[in-house]
């Protein structure tokens, strides 16, 4: 049926009215913990931590026992992903996340739930009735599930969900919880004080903003369109992957872990902030200002830089690393075709706040030598 509306009436557009998607912040050292066990035990060895350095992953190595590695990397599955699917998990946890709550709310999880959140992780578009057919114990449903999986990854799946129901929450609980305090508490970085820090400061700004304004605020220029479905955006702040950012999807949750500043990692009061130590290291480089002249300019690609410059691309590439870490920097990240290679704009705001938060600093620091 057609419906007349005279010019008087007002029409409220829902199709055309912006996404609310919640953000929601996580300041527990338990992400850090799996962060961990991902980047230092994943076989493809692509996720070493550039802040803390391969010296970092080595310690981890060290302090773990032969057997808690042979149940890290057999719980693990392939290139470590369980663990990541277990963080997605306990963003859904009742709080507070706390580790010893959340490893003993893992262990007393019903199997059958573990089993769908993994699954439902595992194969990403899986159907709900699918999942809960492999979930139950159907090895042809389960097949079915991981069809797209192949080789040696299809293998450890099927190894890692052939795990009797009495056995599987326990040993994943026990594993973190045995990492935890075997390992990682040995470890001389204040995690704890370091991730609570940053999550209360990005909390305290990011109710204001939207939830890609948020994405790009956190990760230090990271433009990337939320993909349809995606009810809420969780935040957590992260010394092991700095400075890098890992975005994963759990259902219609889409976590973003970002690098923290490196003011929460270091409290010395009189420390200059990391972003502006790093705007003017970014700006001292003649190369990098000359990428600076040409992201006025307009968006480009790293391909274009490469050949504007002259420089290898590993060069090129470090170089936009040092203006991402001073937020100079804005990449658009393709979404639909895998192929197509992302972008790259200047973030001129940040060059306009430079002088004034300069300034700022020297003369809040001379103010506490007067009174002094």
């Given at each position: 049926?057609?419906?007349?509306?005279t010019?008087?009436?007002k029409?409220?557009?829902?199709?055309?009215a912006?996404?609310?998607?919640?953000?929601?912040m996580?300041?527990?050292?338990?992400f850090?913990?799996?962060?961990?066990?991902?980047?230092?035990?994943?076989p493809?060895?692509?996720?070493t931590?550039?802040f803390?350095?391969?010296?970092f992953?080595a310690?981890l190595?060290?302090?773990?026992?032969?057997?808690?590695?042979?149940?890290i990397?057999?719980l693990?599955g392939?290139?470590?992903?369980?663990?990541?699917?277990?963080a997605g998990?306990?963003?859904?946890?009742p709080?507070p996340?706390?580790?010893?709550r959340l490893?003993?709310?893992?262990e007393e999880m019903?199997?059958?739930?573990?089993?769908?959140?993994?699954?439902?992780?595992?194969?990403?578009?899986?159907?709900?009735?699918?999942?809960e057919?492999?979930?139950?114990g159907d090895?042809e449903a389960?097949?079915?599930?991981?069809?797209e999986k192949?080789g040696?990854?299809?293998?450890?799946?099927?190894?890692?969900?052939?795990?009797?129901?009495d056995?599987?929450?326990?040993?994943?609980?026990?594993t973190?919880?045995?990492f935890y305090?075997?390992?990682f508490?040995q470890?001389?970085?204040d995690?704890?004080g370091?991730?609570?820090?940053a999550?209360a400061?990005?909390?305290s700004v990011?109710?204001?903003?939207?939830?890609?304004?948020?994405?790009?605020?956190?990760?230090?220029?990271?433009d990337y369109?939320?993909?349809?479905?995606v009810?809420r955006?969780?935040?957590i702040?992260?010394?092991?992957?700095?400075?890098?950012s890992?975005i994963?999807q759990h259902r219609?949750a889409l976590?973003?872990?970002?690098?923290?500043?490196d003011?929460?990692?270091?409290?010395?009061?009189?420390?200059?902030?990391s972003?502006?130590?790093?705007?003017?290291?970014?700006?001292?480089?003649?190369?990098r200002?000359?990428?600076?002249r040409?992201?006025?300019?307009?968006?480009?690609?790293?391909d274009?830089l490469?050949?504007?410059?002259?420089?290898s691309?590993?060069t090129v590439?470090?170089h936009?690393?040092?203006l991402?870490?001073?937020?100079?920097?804005?990449i658009?990240?393709?979404?639909?075709?895998k192929?197509?290679q992302?972008?790259?704009?200047l973030?001129?705001q940040?060059?306009?706040?430079?002088s004034?938060?300069?300034?700022s600093?020297?003369?809040?620091?001379?103010?506490?030598?007067?009174?002094?």
């Open positions: 049926m057609v419906e007349l509306v010019p008087n009436e029409i409220r557009d829902l199709t055309a912006p996404r609310h998607i919640p953000i929601q996580e300041g527990s050292v338990v850090e913990v799996i962060l961990s066990i991902w980047t230092t035990f994943d493809s060895g692509m996720n931590s550039q803390l350095g391969a010296d992953h310690r190595k060290d302090l773990t026992p032969d057997d808690l590695k042979e149940e990397a057999v693990g392939p290139h470590c992903a369980v663990w990541l699917g277990i998990l306990f963003v859904t946890a709080h996340h706390e580790p010893r490893f003993e709310w893992l019903a199997p059958m739930r573990l089993r769908r959140w993994l699954l439902g992780y595992a194969s990403h578009n899986g159907s709900a009735s699918l999942i057919q492999a979930a139950s090895v389960l097949g079915e599930l991981l069809c192949e040696e990854y299809l293998d450890q799946l099927l190894t890692f969900f052939a795990i009797p129901d056995e599987l929450p326990r040993r994943l609980a026990g973190l919880r045995r305090q075997e390992v508490t470890l001389d970085i995690f704890v370091a991730v609570e820090r999550a400061a990005r909390k990011a109710g204001r903003e939207d939830a890609k304004t948020a994405i790009e605020e956190a990760t230090q220029g990271l369109d939320i993909p349809v479905g009810g955006v969780v935040l702040p992260s010394v092991v992957v700095k400075p890098l890992v994963d219609d976590i973003v872990y970002y690098g923290m500043a003011e929460f990692i270091d409290t010395d009061p009189e420390a200059p902030p972003w502006l130590v790093n705007t003017y290291k970014a700006l001292s480089d003649e190369k200002l000359r990428i600076l040409r992201l006025s300019e307009g968006d480009t690609t790293l274009e490469t050949g504007m410059l002259g420089l691309k590993s590439h470090h936009m690393s040092i991402r870490s001073a937020g100079l920097v804005r658009k990240v393709p979404t639909e075709k192929d197509k992302r972008t790259y704009s973030r001129d940040i060059l306009g706040d430079t004034g938060f300069l300034n600093y020297l003369t809040t620091h001379q103010l506490e030598v007067d009174h002094a």
